[in-house]
């Protein structure tokens, strides 16, 4: 990760000034590409909301649940009487449960098991990572409210907020998986959201030795490590495997102990069964009730814990 800075007064002979330029066009008029059906399946969906009790089915296998939207949303698109092929209907009744269901158009990458990132650019750039390689989604925002009303399904259960007043927020999904958002003023051109995804099968060790990325006698030394209880800091940059180490060294942990965690935000998954996961809170929209990091270190001390770990 390379940062670029822009430093005042008159650049020298090494230095170059880097300008941010203007966003093309103001925020609110940021839409994606001309979608013939976008209108449609805005209508279908906000006549869906009304008429269906989604809160009803919280809580019933999402197999059923999905079923019964998508033929919610099958008959009131022959109600519109809108001429279509079953291809474009069946991908509509799809993307308009998963905007009752999910995250709308990114539900699909969130779906992904190869997909460990999803970046949300601006209504038309949708990027994802897949084995360490960028790439650009056909998936797309109606326009940046859009956005905005993903990224509040998202913060509202967590009793969290976004706004102008605290543009700035991070949560997590259900599954435990990373979301970072920030929208205007800070984001100039557009929301954006960033989801680092939750692995629903760890790798172990002998996974790491397979990818080379340890070998097997720095496993055994780090085993080692932790069995003789030494403090160890996992450092480096963004997206370079600091989690992922940290879960393996955490299995070496023996099942006797109690392990206290402290994130921010949470995202470890420990395979102990004795472990009290504990969390930092912001401060609210008035600027109080932040807990730290420090704050639940000192905590965790008279917690008995025989480990700590902070992520």
């Known amino acids: 990760m390379s940062i670029l800075l822009e430093r005042s007064g008159q650049p020298g002979a090494d230095e170059r000034q880097i300008k941010i330029p203007a966003p093309s066009l103001p925020i609110e008029e940021r839409r994606a590409p001309a979608d013939p059906f976008i209108d449609l399946k805005a209508?279908?969906?906000?006549?869906?909301?009304?008429?269906?009790?989604?809160?009803?089915?919280?809580?019933?296998?999402?197999?059923?649940?999905?079923?019964?939207?998508?033929?919610?949303?099958?008959?009131?698109?022959?109600?519109?009487?809108?001429?279509?092929?079953?291809?474009?209907?069946?991908?509509?009744?799809?993307?308009?449960a998963d905007e009752v269901l999910g995250m709308g158009p990114i539900q699909p990458l969130l779906d992904d098991?190869?997909?460990?990132?999803?970046?949300?650019?601006?209504?038309?750039?949708?990027?994802?990572e897949r084995s360490g390689v960028l790439s650009l989604s056909d998936r797309v925002f109606k326009d940046a409210d859009h956005i905005?009303?993903?990224?509040?399904?998202?913060?509202?259960?967590?009793?969290?907020?976004?706004?102008?007043?605290?543009p700035m927020v991070d949560a997590r999904l259900p599954d435990g998986s990373r979301v970072n958002a920030i929208i205007p003023p800070l984001a100039l051109d557009s929301p954006t959201l960033t989801i680092r995804k939750f692995s629903r099968d760890p790798y172990q060790v002998d996974d790491l030795i397979r990818f080379k990325t340890l070998s097997s006698e720095t496993a055994e030394l780090l085993k080692s490590c932790v069995a003789m209880r030494l403090n160890i800091?996992?450092?480096?940059?963004?997206?370079?495997?600091?989690?992922?180490?940290?879960?393996?060294?955490?299995?070496?942990?023996?099942?006797?102990?109690?392990?206290?965690?402290?994130e921010d935000?949470?995202?470890?998954?420990?395979?102990?069964?004795?472990?009290?996961?504990?969390?930092?809170?912001?401060?609210?929209?008035?600027?109080?009730?932040?807990?730290?990091?420090?704050?639940?270190?000192?905590?965790a001390l008279r917690m008995r814990p025989d480990r700590i770990v902070v992520g």
Request: no cysteine; net charge neutral.
């Open 148 to 166: 905005l009303r993903v990224i509040e399904k998202i913060v509202a259960p967590l009793n969290r907020r976004i706004d102008e007043r605290s």
């Open 233 to 262: 800091i996992v450092s480096g940059g963004t997206g370079t495997g600091k989690t992922t180490l940290l879960n393996v060294l955490s299995s070496f942990i023996p099942p006797t102990e109690r392990v206290i965690t402290i």
């Open 113 to 128: 098991p190869t997909v460990s990132e999803v970046m949300v650019n601006a209504p038309d750039q949708i990027y994802f």
């Open 265 to 299: 935000p949470a995202e470890l998954q420990l395979r102990q069964r004795h472990v009290v996961r504990l969390e930092t809170r912001p401060a609210n929209i008035e600027g109080e009730g932040q807990i730290t990091q420090r704050e639940l270190v000192k905590n």
């Open 43 to 96: 209508r279908v969906h906000e006549r869906l909301i009304r008429e269906l009790d989604v809160a009803r089915l919280s809580g019933q296998d999402p197999v059923v649940v999905r079923g019964q939207v998508e033929e919610a949303s099958r008959a009131l698109l022959a109600a519109e009487d809108v001429p279509m092929a079953r291809q474009e209907r069946l991908r509509l009744i799809s993307e308009i």
